[in-house]
């Protein structure tokens, strides 16, 4: 049975409500066939990391817009823009202070227009970040909360408690942060006393707003207007499986073997076996009230002329239980970090391909494919480390496992070919079409990811996979900038990396991902279905797609390439064999 990409004229379904198991019509609607968002290839920009105009050392608003062109060049269609408001930074930017606004490290509301007018005319949508589950605790909101007293209107926008023990002095349940230590901070009243404590699933920065209350989802129709009234083409929700938490925030102690954002932890190749697939539900992640929060926020873009978004980060195992974020009147896309976090084994990436295209499929929405992101450690190292780990830790000088370069570099490739090859959409992380390895000896002195203090170094934390990248072998800083600053120091020898270096030179990393998105685009490989194709071993991935053959190889045996033209091939092909780790793509008719 070939596995198909999920039709787009599906009839209207009954699909099951809100996790409360009601059953309702599927608005026809919501699912024309012509979303771009479908089989949309979306490069995320990191915003501090990718250009820098002012040459302060963290990048912004008028370095993206001049850099622009590159994007068109690679052939992507959209860009999704990690956090660029109003922050003290606590947490990149993740700690929004004003979600209206732009920090003035990257800009101002007016470089936004410029940007967004100029992606705009390239034929690039753009999609912005919304953290709606928790604020800076800078922001005037949680001020306003601290200010006020207990039990008060203020106090009803984040998740204030009482502590446990006869003086309050233990936090009121045992959740940690998925930072690390304890996801409680209690608050010191005017007269010095200590008071009621507050809840951060991540830094104590980051106080959870209580999605329970209206004026909280009133002010966040209010932010999506903000941004869909300036012309946007979507948003990426971050933590979009945390907003609603258990009545009561009852205790709860996380399995073993469960990533701290909830999904699994990746595994390397050579180990056995697969992320846990059904994790228990914590009361803070997946709880079914985010399902009515989506179903607002779709019906706010529908307000809006032309074809808007909502991509869901979350970490959410199964798949089947993913889909729910995606129903038709809620969010379209959701990433799929099942995928992600998948090992480099044949078996396990044909049954993800398989459930992932029926998961979404079963629901009308597209299957998304990624395999980098500002969280994880970069593919072109994470396929070649020999030990577990879990999503968030990082790798530094004292990991476990530590990857062989040369193997990271040659698995990436061949994983971002087969990606690039599947039905759906797909997401890049910007420097991976470089090649960009993991910076793994970043200095201790240099690291700024909040799970390296929160853990004590313990957890190396994101740092590596957020470094500056770079554009040209020779400039300073890497033509990240023109001053040399960079807020994470970049590696000497990155040279090869640098853009300059790649292009238009066969066989590059960036040449692999010029020619695999101008031939998805060309073959229609986004809006086509899988169709595995029998007679290989269990080491090979080998499918087609329309009128294109695509085998990765995964094993150690070279594999003999079929007829056809070859069109794309992520290795060179010594006598028409394809050798390990390496995919191709062959024109068949
Ligand atoms: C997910 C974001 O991707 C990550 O970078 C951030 O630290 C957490 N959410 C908290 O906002």
């Keep these: 049975m070939p596995s198909t990409a999920p039709d787009p004229e599906l009839p209207a379904t009954e699909v099951e409500n809100g996790g409360e198991g009601e059953l309702e019509e599927t608005p026809a609607a919501t699912r024309t066939p012509d979303q771009w968002w479908r089989s949309a290839v979306i490069y995320q920009i990191y915003p501090r990391s990718f250009a820098d105009g002012d040459g302060d050392g963290i990048g912004d608003l008028p370095g993206i817009t001049s850099r622009l062109d590159a994007l068109v060049e690679l052939g992507v269609d959209a860009v999704w823009l990690s956090p660029f408001y109003t922050s003290p930074q606590h947490d990149a930017g993740y ?65 204030f408690r009482d502590g446990r023990g006869p003086d309050g002095s233990q936090p009121p349940n045992n959740w940690q942060s998925v930072f690390g230590g304890q996801g409680w901070t209690r608050t010191t009243r005017p007269d ?44 990426r929700v971050d933590v979009a499986h945390g907003m609603a938490k258990a009545a009561g925030l009852p205790d709860y102690t996380p399995p073993a073997g469960t990533g701290s954002m909830g999904g699994g932890v990746t595994l390397a190749p050579e180990i056995e076996g697969h992320a846990a697939e059904d994790p228990a539900t914590p009361p803070y992640w997946a709880q079914p009230g985010v399902h009515e929060i989506f179903r607002e926020w779709h019906a706010v873009l529908e307000e809006y002329e032309g074809d808007r978004v909502l991509v869901a980060e979350a970490w959410v195992d199964p798949l089947e239980k993913l889909a729910d974020w995606v129903r038709p009147d809620e969010m379209q896309q959701a990433f799929n970090f099942v995928y992600l976090e998948t090992p480099w084994q044949a078996p396990a990436l044909r049954s993800v391909i ?27 190292s994470r ?107 970049q590696p000497g020898e990155w040279t090869r990396f640098a853009r300059d270096t790649q292009l238009g030179v066969p066989g590059s990393t960036l040449e692999l ?7 998805r685009r060309s073959h229609g490989l986004g809006t086509g279905s899988v169709d595995w194709l029998p007679g290989y071993s269990e080491q090979v991935v080998a499918f087609r ?15 003999e390439l079929p007829a056809g033209e070859v069109l794309v091939s992520s290795d060179a092909l010594p006598e028409a064999v394809l050798l390990t780790d390496s995919t191709v793509w062959l024109h068949t008719l």
Aim: hydrophobic share 40%; proline share 8%; with cysteine.
């Design 354 to 380: 398989d459930e992932s295209l029926a998961a979404f499929g079963g629901v009308g929405a597209p299957s998304t494919w990624v395999l980098s992101n500002h969280d994880v450690v970069r593919h072109a």
């Design 95 to 159: 700690d929004v202070a004003d979600y209206c606004d732009v920090d003035p490290r990257f800009g101002t509301l007016q470089d936004f227009d410029s940007l967004l007018t100029r992606a705009h005319a390239e034929g690039l949508k753009v999609i912005v970040d919304l953290v709606p589950n928790h604020t800076s605790s800078d922001h005037r909101w949680f001020q306003e909360a601290l200010a006020s007293p207990e039990g008060s209107a203020e106090r009803a926008r984040y998740l």
């Design 383 to 489: 396929l070649a480390l020999t030990a577990e780990n879990p999503q968030g830790a990082g790798i530094g000088p004292k990991s476990p496992g530590q990857p062989i370069p040369d193997i990271g570099l040659r698995r990436a490739r061949a994983a971002t070919a087969l990606m690039l090859a599947l039905p759906g959409s797909a997401y890049l992380y910007q420097g991976e079409e470089l090649g960009l390895p993991e910076v793994i000896d970043l200095p201790d002195s240099a690291r700024q990811d909040p799970t390296w203090f929160r853990t004590n170094g313990a957890r190396y934390g994101r740092d590596g996979c957020r470094v500056p990248i770079p554009w040209e072998a020779t400039a300073p800083g890497y033509g990240f900038n023109t001053s040399g600053e960079s807020w994470l120091p």
């Design 192 to 235: 010095g006393t200590p008071g009621q404590w507050y809840l951060h699933i991540f830094d104590s920065s980051q106080p959870d707003l209580d999605w329970t209350n209206p004026w909280v989802h009133e002010q966040f129709a209010d932010i999506l207007r903000f941004w869909l009234d300036r012309g946007v083409d979507g948003f």
């Design 545 to 559: 797609n329309g009128d294109v053959t695509v085998i990765a190889n995964l094993g150690t045996t070279p594999v």
């Design 513 to 519: 991902y010029r020619l695999a998105l101008e031939l």
